[in-house]
């Protein structure tokens, strides 16, 4: 997973899956919205806005993805954007 561009609030990730198939996640990655997509088209979106104001969010992954690439990835992406919280 490599970082690929940075404003203050708006950055993007890609992880890079063998082959063709790289995954990109762009959002506000500070406020946990952001989606998870493939050539262009959305695979999974993560949320925090309907759950509370704590650190659960949830994460809605479209059939047929791999799951657990995709929320390891967005643990990864929670460590990076929140290091240092003490939440």
Known sequence: MKKKLFTFFHCKFEVDIP????????GNFLD???TFSRHGASVAS????W???????GIDIDAGEDDVLIL?????ID????????H
Do not use: I, N
């Open 32 to 34: 946990h919205e952001y």
């Open 19 to 26: 082959g063709p198939d790289d995954l990109e996640a762009k």
């Open 72 to 76: 390891a990835s967005a643990v990864v």
């Open 46 to 49: 993560v949320s925090k806005r």
């Open 51 to 57: 759950f509370s104001w704590t650190d659960t969010y």
């Open 79 to 86: 460590l990076v954007c929140h290091d240092g919280d003490d």
